[in-house]
């Protein structure tokens, strides 16, 4: 089944200060979205806006053409899965029983996991080439290990939309590139529709089908990766000038330019 995650008007504060403004934007089913911006600049708190767990001053989001605010915080869960940028200590569990944590929606207060929500935990891991971690020690395994784990936690959550805060965060250069083009592929193979807030704008070229850029609380621009990823708008959302180098006529790389590292 086809599931849009669509965002309308969205506003937020803390107190009296604004850190959302008009956020409007859509995702469509099988579709991966990065959002840029610089720190402080409310990427994770949209994607805590968009599971409910903050509500907005006003706006609205929709799941198809359901509000959310309908909704319970136990059945959102049921059709969003956030997997979160700061990894929480977890009591000595072996990684399998984190992953399947991610059944909670769908287990009741009184039961345990069964049979068939370990056979979802398994499946994740493996979707991410993880399963050899099943077994080991979720607190003594590498922060890069962990945030595998906790992505497939959210994977056996088999809810349609997945939100990820920093996704790349305490990965080496191998895995981020490994570990996006994984998750890539689960749009296209499981037609999930995944929302990551990012901080690398070329690994947002590479890997995103959409690309939403906030700064000063709203959005600047939005569109496709071959829209939007342009050296001007680049510039615009770091306040620093970019040097923009073509791979091909779809893909680029950008760096600062070497005034603003400090180089002659």
Do not use: W
Request: with cysteine.
């Amino acid at each position: 089944m086809a599931v849009k995650l669509e965002c309308r008007s969205l506003k937020f504060k803390y107190g009296q200060t604004d850190i959302l403004n008009d956020i409007s934007f859509c995702v469509e089913s099988g579709s991966f979205c990065a959002i840029l911006g610089r720190n402080g600049s409310g990427k994770t708190t949209l994607l805590h806006c968009l599971n409910g767990v903050l509500k907005p001053c006003s706006g609205k989001i929709y799941i198809n053409s359901l509000d959310i605010a309908s909704l319970s915080q136990k059945n959102i869960a049921k059709k969003i899965s956030l997997v979160p940028q700061e990894h929480i200590e977890i009591f000595p569990f072996k990684v399998i029983d984190v992953v399947v944590m991610g059944r909670a929606p769908f287990i009741g207060m009184t039961k345990t996991p069964g049979k068939l929500d370990y056979k979802y935990a398994m499946e994740a891991l493996q979707n991410l080439n993880a399963q050899n971690l099943a077994k080991k020690n979720f607190n003594r395994i590498s922060g890069g290990e962990r945030q595998i784990a906790l992505l497939a936690m959210a994977l056996a959550q088999a809810s349609k939309i997945m939100l990820l805060d920093e996704p790349t965060n305490h990965l080496d250069f191998n895995n981020q590139y490994h570990l996006l083009g994984r998750i890539k592929n689960l749009c296209k193979t499981n037609k999930l529709s995944v929302v990551a807030s990012m901080h690398d704008p070329n690994l947002a070229m590479f890997f995103a089908d959409k690309v939403i850029m906030i700064k000063n609380n709203h959005v600047i621009a939005q569109g496709t990766a071959r829209e939007v990823m342009t050296m001007a708008n680049i510039s615009e959302l770091y306040d620093t000038q970019t040097t923009q180098i073509k791979i091909d006529d779809n893909k680029s790389f950008f760096l600062p330019e070497a005034k603003a590292l400090g180089k002659n």
